[in-house]
């Protein structure tokens, strides 16, 4: 069984409280009472009553002080105050209102009306104790939910990069064993690839969202990648990048890594033949009409004359239109002391597969 609900009842004349107290006590409330303001606050420093009945006029401090003072202690603020009056004037009501009591009643007393007030308020309370439970206890359900989701999507993408890793040491594990140069070098291209996926997926689960990733970060990072895989000095051949931090999921990231690999991986290999220096600018941004701007330029050789980049034989630019129709976007070739390629797209919707 339930403990009584202890009802603190304070006023400065005794014969209210006791006429109260018995009232209260016959319908199986526990009472306390308190003869002033000062003492009422003293008691509670003890023990805490489940609802408080509050007079109004009492010498030294009167029930509107006691309350204000009661309503800004968190230990206190939540208990339901009821205020006792015998002022009827709307503005005492609604002072006590404004100071934040439930209710109040006018003496003299209708004790029925003073019971049915109280039972009601008490369960008001009870009610709204077990619904704050109840929310937080989903809250943190919640919560738990969400960050479980959080840690399955990162080690999925932490082992998706370990295992495209793995094909790539497999497929340096087979390019021991082979002679023919021209194999050599497909493997090659497949590696880097490969490792232009790999590192989307390790930049996203080191992405807070995990669901975006900075690809600013990501081109950076990618490009010195590539550069380090040929051998060429820095001083040969400037490396310059200007990245703009865009967050893209991992449908767009993952087609424009792929199209950065064989842009970079292009200049690197065709610019600048037999010593040539010159210099290699990576940059992405947005346009006016917010529109991603991906540019990779060189001040090399130039991109041979007569050959039409949408009909190549090779794969590498065979890949960048494809890719490009796939993020729907656009590609250009501009032949101007050098080679300067521009790809524009806009950030594809992840589409729901489950
Ligand atoms: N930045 C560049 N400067 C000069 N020539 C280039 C440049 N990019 C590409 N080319 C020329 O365009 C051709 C086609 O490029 P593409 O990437 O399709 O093929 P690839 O690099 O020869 O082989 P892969 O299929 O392995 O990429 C190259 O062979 C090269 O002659
Ligand atoms: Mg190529």
Redesign the pocket.
């Known amino acids: 069984m339930n403990a009584p609900e202890l009802i603190l009842i304070v006023d400065d004349i005794p014969s209210n409280l006791a006429v109260l107290s018995e009232t209260l006590n016959a319908e199986g409330y526990d009472v306390a009472i308190a003869t002033s303001g000062e003492r009422a606050l003293k008691q509670m420093e003890q023990i805490l009553p489940d609802l408080i009945l509050l007079d109004i006029q009492m010498p030294n401090m009167d029930g509107f002080t006691v309350c204000q003072k009661l309503k800004i202690d968190s230990r206190t603020c939540q208990i339901p105050i009821i205020f006792m009056t015998a002022l009827t004037d709307l503005d005492s009501k609604m002072k006590g209102f404004e100071l934040g009591a439930i209710d109040y009643i006018t003496k003299p007393f209708q004790y029925r009306e003073v019971i049915a007030r109280i039972r009601t308020h008490l369960q008001l309370r009870k009610l709204t104790f077990s619904l704050e439970k109840e929310v937080s206890a989903q809250t943190a359900s919640l919560q738990n939910a969400l960050h479980e989701k959080e840690i399955l999507l990162k080690e999925i993408h932490h082992r998706v990069k370990n295992n495209l890793m793995i094909v790539i040491s497999l497929l340096n594990w087979q390019g021991e064993s082979v002679q023919d140069p021209k194999l050599l ?2 493997l090659e ?1 497949s590696k880097k690839r490969i490792n232009s996926i790999a590192l989307i997926h390790e930049k996203l689960y080191r992405s807070p969202d995990l669901v975006k990733i900075d690809f600013g970060e990501y081109l950076h990072s990618l490009v010195h990648q590539i550069f380090a895989t040929f051998s060429l000095s820095h001083d040969r051949v400037q490396l310059r990048c200007e990245v703009t931090s865009i967050f893209l999921n991992i449908e767009t990231a993952t087609p424009c890594g792929l199209i950065i690999n ?2 970079v ?8 033949p037999e010593n040539r220096s010159g210099e290699l600018f990576v940059s992405l941004s947005h346009d006016e009409k917010d529109q991603i701007i991906l540019m ?1 330029a ?1 001040d ?5 004359e007569g ?1 039409d ?1 949408r009909q ?9 239109c494809l890719l490009t129709e796939q993020l729907e976007g656009d590609v250009q070739l501009f032949r101007e002391s ?2 300067r ?1 521009v790809v524009s797209f806009s950030e594809l919707n992840y589409q729901r597969r489950f």
């Not at 991986?265 to 600048?272: G, P, T, V």
């Not at 090399?300 to 041979?304: A, E, K, R, T, Y």
């Open positions: 070098s497909i291209d064989e842009l991986s292009n200049a690197l290999e065709h610019a600048f990779v060189d090399g050789v130039g991109f041979p050959v980049f190549t034989e090779s794969l590498g630019w065979q890949l960048v050098g080679t390629v």
